[in-house]
C-alpha cells in the first residue's frame, strides 16, 4: 500500500500555524515524540476536498533553517528528509502572519526555495485589518510563484478554500522555481521587506490594540501587580473550581465499588479489585479536575499572548537568580507537571540556563503534589480561620508552594555559581499580538492532557497499586500480627525504614515511599491501599482516609511528610524526561542525588522541630 | 511607512546605543557591533529583522531594574536586554 501524501506544516513562531493545523484535521491529531529527541510531533488526518484523506504533520516553528534551538532543528531536517522518524514530505504549507509579512516572509522565501510543491496561508488577515492594513494576496502570489490563500485560523476562516488547494496541489504537483541565488539571512531579510511592501494595498496609522494593552499589562506598576492577581486567580480557581467535579468523581468511585462489593464474594479476587484497582486509581483520577483547571489557565495565557510578557516582566527577577525570563514559563508549566515543563525548557536557546531550569523544575509543586498535601492538611491542620477570609489550611498550602519556589531560588543561586556555571545573560524574546483564542483550540488543548494523564492512571498508576496491593496482602498475617507488617512489603519497606527513621517517618510511610517513586500521588493510594487491606473491623472501612491517619500519625511526622515532598524526585516520569533532554544518566543522577539530600534535610528539621516545640 | 531602508548606512558619529534610545522616539539602525554577540544571539537578532536602515522604537522597560526593553522592530514587537540593545547603534529620527 503507498503511503498517504504527507504535507508538512511550517512557519514563523506566532504565525498561527498550530491553529491552522487545528482547524484543517480537528480532533484527528495524534502527539507523539521525534525518536532521540523531545521535540513533539503532532500529526493529523486531512480530509481533501475530493475525500481522500492526506497526511498532515505541524511543524515546531521556526524563524530559519539556521537552527538556534533543538526544535528549529527537527524542521530543517524534517524539510530536508533527515530527520529519523519521518519521511520526507510530498509538499509543503507555510503559515505567515498577514499583519508581519516583513519578517515571516524571510523563512518562507527560504521555503520556497527548498523547491517542493507549496502553499501559502496569509493567515490572520483580519488582525491585520484590524491595524489598519490591507493586502493584496493576488500581487504576493505573483511575486512569490506559488499559491497564496487568505485565512483567519482561529476562527476557522479559509480553511475551505485551502483545503481546495491542497487537493489541487496535490493532483498536480508543481515545484516553484529558484530564483534567488544570495540566500543568506540578510538577503532573504531584505527581499522579504521588498516583497511586503509591494504586497501593501493601504496602510492607514492605527492604534494597535496590542500596543494600548501592553501599556497597561507591562506597566512598571501595574504590570506586575496583574500578573500576582492572574497567579493568585490561577491557583485559586484549582481549589475552588474543582470541588464539585471532584465529589463526583468520588460518587463515581463509591458507587463503583460498592456495585463490586455487592456482587463478588469477600475474597482475594474482591479485595484485588475494590481494594486495589478502583482505590489506587480513583485516588488519582480525583486529580483530573485540578490538572484540567492549571493546564486551562496556562493554556488560555499561551494563547492569548499573555504568556511571553510574563517572562518580560519576570526576566530581571530571574536573571538574579541566574537565569532569564525564558524560564519563567517551563516553571510555570511545571506547577501543572515537570514532564511538559522540562520538555518546554527547549525554548531555552542558553544551555547553562536550560540545564538549570530542568534541575530546579521539580521544585516547583505539581499537581501530583496536590494529592498528598491536601490529604495531610485535610488529616492534620485544623481548618479555622485565622483572618478575614484566610483559613490556617490555605495558608500551609500556600506555604508549601512558597518552599517549593525558594528551594527553587537557592538551588538555582547555588547551582549557577557551581556546577552550571557560565554562560547565560540572553533573553530575547518575541512578543506576539494579543488574541482571542478559540475555543476548540483550547478544548482540544485539554483533551490531549486528559488523555495523558488518564492514560497514565490507567497505565502506571494502575499496576503499581496492584503490585503493591499484592505485595502488601501476602503472606497474609497470623492473628495477633499487622498485616501490613508481615507482608512481603513490611520486609521490604524494613530497610527503608530504618534510613528514614531518624526523620520522624513511620513504617507505613517507609512502605508508600517506594512506589511513590513511579508518582507522587501513588503515595496516596499506596497509603489508602495498605489501611484498606490493614482495616480489620468492617466499622473502620466507612473511615475516610483523613481520619485513619489522624489516629496513627503523630503531629510532627506529618508535618516532616509535608516536608520531604516538598524535595523529593518522586517521579519516575520526570526523571525519565531529564534523561532524554539532557542525553544521558549524568544529570538525572545529579538531580536525584541532591534533591534527596535536600528532601532529607527538610524532613528531619521539620520533624525535629516540631517535637522540640511540643507540636 | 514603517519601513524605510538605507542599504549602506554609514556609521554616524551622531548614533547612541538603543538602551539609550528614550522610549517612544524612533531611530534608525546606523550600525550592529554583530562581533559582540555570540553566534546564536546574533542570529535571533537577525531573525528579529535588526539589520541597518531598519526603524526601531522602545516601548517597554521591564518593571525591575528597567530592563529588558520591549522594541519594535518593523512590524515586530521583541524583548531584548539592555546588555544586547548595547550592540545596536541608532540614530534618531
Redesign the interface.
Given at each position: 500500500m503507498n503511503p498517504l501524501p504527507l504535507v508538512a506544516v511550517a512557519g514563523s513562531p506566532n504565525a498561527g500555524k498550530s491553529a491552522l493545523f487545528n482547524a484543517l484535521t480537528g480532533a484527528r491529531q495524534k502527539v507523539g515524540n521525534y525518536p532521540g529527541v523531545t521535540v513533539e510531533r503532532h500529526s493529523g488526518r486531512l480530509t481533501l476536498a475530493d475525500g481522500r484523506p492526506a497526511d498532515l504533520v505541524d511543524l515546531p516553528g521556526a524563524y530559519s533553517l539556521d537552527p538556534a534551538s533543538p526544535d528549529e532543528a527537527v524542521t530543517r531536517d524534517v524539510l530536508l528528509g533527515r530527520q529519523a522518524g519521518e519521511r520526507k514530505p510530498d509538499a509543503l504549507l507555510i503559515v505567515v502572519d498577514a499583519s508581519n509579512l516583513d519578517n515571516h516572509l524571510r523563512f518562507a522565501l527560504q521555503l520556497i526555495e527548498l523547491g517542493l510543491p507549496t502553499i501559502v496561508a496569509l493567515n490572520m488577515v483580519d488582525l491585520a485589518r484590524r491595524d489598519g492594513l490591507e493586502l493584496d494576496s493576488r500581487k504576493l502570489e505573483e511575486a512569490l510563484g506559488v499559491p497564496v490563500i487568505e485565512t483567519v485560523a482561529v476562527r476557522r476562516r479559509g480553511i475551505a478554500e485551502l483545503n481546495v488547494a491542497i487537493n489541487d496541489m496535490l493532483d498536480a504537483p508543481r515545484c516553484p522555481a529558484h530564483h534567488d541565488a544570495r540566500a543568506d539571512l540578510i538577503h532573504l531579510q531584505r527581499r522579504a521587506r521588498e516583497l511586503a511592501t509591494a504586497a501593501i494595498v493601504t496602510e492607514s496609522p492605527v492604534r494597535r490594540w496590542t500596543h494600548r494593552l501592553d501599556s497597561v499589562l507591562l506597566h512598571p506598576v501595574a504590570g506586575p501587580l496583574i500578573l500576582a492577581g492572574i497567579l493568585f486567580v490561577m491557583f485559586q480557581a484549582v481549589f475552588a473550581w474543582s470541588q464539585l467535579p471532584v465529589s463526583w468523581i468520588e460518587a463515581g468511585f463509591a458507587m463503583l465499588s460498592n456495585g463490586v462489593t455487592a456482587v463478588l464474594p469477600a475474597g482475594i479476587l474482591r479485595s484485588l479489585i475494590v481494594d486495589g484497582a478502583i482505590g489506587g486509581v480513583g485516588a488519582v483520577v480525583v486529580f483530573l479536575p485540578q490538572i484540567l483547571i492549571l493546564f486551562l489557565f496556562i493554556l488560555l495565557l499561551e494563547a492569548t499572548g499573555y504568556m511571553v510578557r510574563a517572562a518580560f516582566i519576570m526576566d530581571k527577577l530571574m536573571h538574579w537568580s541566574g537565569l532569564s525570563g525564558r524560564s519563567f514559563i517551563p516553571l510555570l508549566s511545571s506547577f501543572a507537571c515537570a514532564v511538559p515543563g522540562i520538555m518546554a525548557t527547549r525554548t531555552i536557546d542558553n544551555p547553562k540556563d536550560r540545564l538549570t531550569t530542568i534541575l530546579i523544575a521539580p521544585l516547583m509543586t505539581c499537581s501530583a503534589r496536590l494529592p498528598v498535601y491536601t490529604l495531610i492538611i485535610a488529616a492534620f491542620i485544623p481548618n479555622r480561620a485565622i483572618g478575614p477570609g484566610i483559613g490556617l489550611q490555605g495558608l500551609v498550602m500556600f506555604g508549601l508552594y512558597l518552599a517549593g519556589v525558594a528551594g527553587a531560588i537557592v538551588a538555582a543561586l547555588i547551582l549557577r555559581r557551581t556546577v552550571t556555571r557560565g554562560g547565560g545573560g540572553a533573553f530575547m524574546m518575541e512578543l506576539p499580538k494579543y488574541q482571542l483564542p478559540s475555543f476548540k483550540d483550547i478544548a482540544l488543548g485539554l483533551l490531549q492532557r486528559a488523555q495523558i494523564f488518564l492514560k497514565r492512571a490507567g497505565t502506571i498508576i494502575l499496576g503499581t497499586t496492584i503490585v503493591l496491593w499484592a505485595l502488601a496482602s501476602f503472606p497474609q498475617a497470623k492473628p495477633g500480627q499487622r498485616q501490613v507488617e508481615s507482608s512481603i512489603a513490611g520486609h521490604i519497606s524494613d530497610g527503608i525504614y530504618a534510613v528514614v527513621k531518624p526523620i520522624g517517618f513511620n513504617h507505613d510511610i517507609a512502605l508508600a515511599l517506594l512506589p511513590a517513586m513511579a508518582a507522587r500521588e501513588v503515595a496516596i493510594s499506596a497509603i489508602g491501599t495498605v489501611y484498606a487491606i490493614d482495616s480489620t473491623d468492617e466499622a473502620s472501612g466507612a473511615k475516610t482516609l483523613a481520619e485513619r491517619l489522624r489516629g496513627r500519625w503523630p503531629l510532627p511526622t506529618a508535618l516532616a511528610f509535608l516536608a520531604w515532598f516538598v524535595f523529593a524526585p518522586q517521579c519516575i516520569s520526570t526523571i525519565a524526561v531529564t534523561r532524554r533532554e539532557t542525553n544521558g544518566w549524568k544529570w538525572p543522577l545529579f538531580m536525584i542525588a541532591y534533591l534527596f539530600a535536600a528532601a532529607y534535610i527538610a524532613a528531619g528539621i521539620t520533624y525535629w522541630t516540631a517535637v522540640t516545640l511540643g507540636l | 511607512?514603517?519601513?524605510s531602508?538605507n542599504?549602506n548606512a554609514p556609521f554616524k558619529p551622531d548614533s547612541l546605543p538603543l538602551d539609550e534610545l528614550k522610549i517612544g522616539l524612533r531611530g534608525r539602525v546606523a550600525s550592529v557591533d554583530w562581533a559582540t554577540l555570540d553566534q546564536?544571539?546574533a542570529?535571533?537578532?537577525?531573525?528579529?529583522?535588526f539589520?541597518e536602515g531598519v526603524t526601531v522604537e522602545p516601548?517597554?522597560?521591564?518593571?525591575?531594574?528597567r530592563?529588558?526593553l520591549?522594541i519594535r522592530v518593523?512590524?515586530?514587537?521583541?524583548?531584548?536586554?539592555k546588555?544586547?540593545a548595547r550592540a545596536v547603534r541608532v540614530v534618531p529620527a
Open positions: - | 511607512m514603517i519601513i531602508r542599504m546564536a544571539e542570529n535571533r537578532l537577525r531573525h528579529f529583522g539589520d516601548l517597554h522597560l521591564g518593571p525591575f531594574g530592563d529588558p520591549a518593523g512590524r515586530m514587537t521583541v524583548a531584548i536586554r546588555s544586547h
